[in-house]
Structures are given as C-alpha cells and as structure tokens.
C-alpha cells in the first residue's frame, strides 16, 4: 500500500468516524430534548450559561425535569376545580376547569414546551375577567397528564382534539376557542389539520413555522453553526418519536383554518422570529389578526403588556361572540 493511499484510507476513517459521533451526539440530544427526566435540575436557557456550561450541555445534553403542577385550582379561582381526561392509547390529561361569569365561551388553553397547565394562569386569569370559561389543559407528559415524554406539538396534538371533544361532551359552551402557546401553538393548528378538531376560533402565540427553524434557532445563542446540527436533530428526534421531524410545520398545518385566528407574537423573539409567524399567518386563507408586541421575547405578553393584550384580545372574544354561528 502506498503512502499516498494509507493517508486517503486515514482521512476516509476520521470522516467516517467523525459522521458517526456526531449523529450518535445529534441522537443523545435529540432522546434528552423529548423526554423528560425524574429529580434533575432543568439546564439553564443559552443565554444564561457560562462557556463551560455551554460546552457541558453541547457534549451532554439538555436536562429537563418531567415538569410538575405545584398550585391548586383554587389559585386561580373558588370555583375552579381539577378533571381528567380520557385521551387516545390510554393517555390521561390532566386539567382545571373554571366557569366564566356567565354563560358564553369556553378558552381551552395549551401550554409551552417544558411547561404545564399553571404557565397558563396569567391568560386564564385575563379570560376569566373577560367573563370566558376556562379550561387548562395539560400536555401529555406534564402536569396531572400521564406519560414522561414531548414531541413538540405533534402527537400533542391530539390532547388538543382529546381537550374539545371533551369540553363539548361534558360542558357543551356557545363556542370554544383555543388557546396555544408556542409548542401549544403548533398543537392547535395541527389538530385542526390532522386531527378533526373543530374550534369555533383560535389564538396562538408566539408561534414557529417550522420544526426546523425553531431548533436552528436554537443554535444561535449558544455559538455553535445550525448546520448540520439542526437537521440532525429534527432527523432523530422525528425517527425516535415515529414521525417526520422535517414534515412538523405549522406553517403547512395553517392552510386549514378556516375559523377567526387571532396571532399574539413578540417583535424580539429568539426562538420563533416574528418573520416566521408572519409566514404561518399569510398561509391561513380565512378571517385573521396580527398583534405585534415590540421588544417582548418568548415570553406571555398578558404579563408584560397586559392593556395592549387585552386590547388585540377582547375584540376578538367579541367578534367571535357576536359574528361566529353556533
């Protein structure tokens, strides 16, 4: 063997080598991302870790703790009071439900990524004044829910159709409007794509395009290129869950909403660019707003600009009321 061809052999099994770590790393991240773990400390966000935590999560991995309800019903309400809910493959979600002050609209509201019933407190809260029902509802895997997995909005979506047909069987309101924020987002639009459910509207908030772009988003704190990182990801993570990461766009899922959709969405988000809500926005073909909220991040608008919220969201509830058939 010549010495040229030792060294090609050489190069030909360091980038093989290198291929293979970097999806075995990509498949580690991807499993610690979409499952949730028992009695860890949650990794800090990107922009809080210091170089060598950085260094530590890009090696080990994301911890995130399974997340659990801490409150009681009556935090937010005398009245309010937990259920179950029976959903598809034996899964059970847990919920709060609080009446309104008078007969009318039921908000069914979807939490985040990582999160739980309670992180939607501040928009039950605004709804409730607003004189809604409420109905918030766990995620499997979070909260009173059972199961110790995420998958980012896919197969939540189904808790979503599980949560109306649900609230129609049990309290049967004038109209139900659902809530999702961020993942919870994705969730709704694709239970309406995929799932047969059948809002009366929607509000969605802080909302990605593309499961692609939200991980590639990601990245960018942290220092590290997207490429090829991202893709890997989603390639895994859509193969361990049993979907097509790459196929997981709201952006898609968005065309077959034909109800009034109300779009809440910071100017400043790192994790869902506005531009890519804007794009999810122009795909619906029916009734919509866009609410804007300049210098707010991922985060609830309700609680750092409660007047503006409140000012996008009452109208809507109105316009729903007043326009929308039973």
């Not at 610690?32 to 860890?40: D, I, R, V, Y």
């Not at 939200?214 to 490429?227: A, H, I, L």
Request: aromatic share 10%; with cysteine; hydrophobic share 40%.
């Amino acid at each position: 063997m010549t010495k040229r061809r030792r060294r090609w052999y050489v190069a030909a099994a360091l980038l093989l080598g290198g291929i293979a770590g970097l999806n075995l790393l990509a498949y580690r991240h991807a499993y610690a991302m979409m499952h949730f773990t028992q009695g860890t400390v949650r990794t800090g966000q990107p922009e809080t870790l210091t170089v060598g935590e950085k260094i530590k999560v890009l090696f080990c991995g994301t911890t995130i703790p399974r997340p659990r309800t801490s409150l009681a019903p009556a935090s937010l309400g005398s009245e309010c009071k937990s259920l179950t809910m029976n959903g598809s493959n034996g899964i059970t979600l847990g919920a709060w439900y609080c009446p309104g002050s008078a007969p009318g609209e039921m908000v069914i509201l979807f939490h985040g990524y990582g999160g739980e019933k309670t992180g939607t407190l501040p928009e039950a809260s605004a709804f409730l004044e607003m004189g809604a029902s409420v109905l918030l509802v766990d995620f499997r895997g979070s909260g009173d829910s059972s199961e110790s997995y995420t998958t980012v909005g896919y197969d939540e979506a189904e808790d979503v159709a599980t949560a109306v047909r649900y609230a129609r069987t049990h309290f049967n309101p004038p109209k139900v409007i659902l809530y999702g924020q961020s993942m919870g987002a994705a969730a709704v639009l694709r239970a309406v794509h995929s799932c047969d459910a059948r809002p009366d509207a929607i509000i969605v908030e802080a909302v990605f395009d593309k499961m692609l772009n939200t991980v590639r988003n990601r990245f960018q704190p942290m220092g590290v290129p997207s490429f090829p990182c991202a893709e890997l990801l989603v390639f895994w993570g859509g193969r361990q869950a049993g979907f097509n990461g790459f196929g997981h766009n709201p952006v898609g899922y968005a065309k077959s909403v034909t109800k009034p959709i109300l779009f809440l969405h910071g100017a400043a988000d790192p994790r869902a660019h506005i531009e890519d809500a804007r794009r999810v926005f122009d795909a619906v073909p029916g009734i919509k707003w866009f609410q804007e909220f300049p210098d707010a991040r991922h985060e609830p608008a309700v609680v750092r600009f409660r007047e503006k919220w409140s000012a996008a969201v009452r109208p809507f509830l109105q316009f729903v009321e007043d326009t929308v058939p039973e």
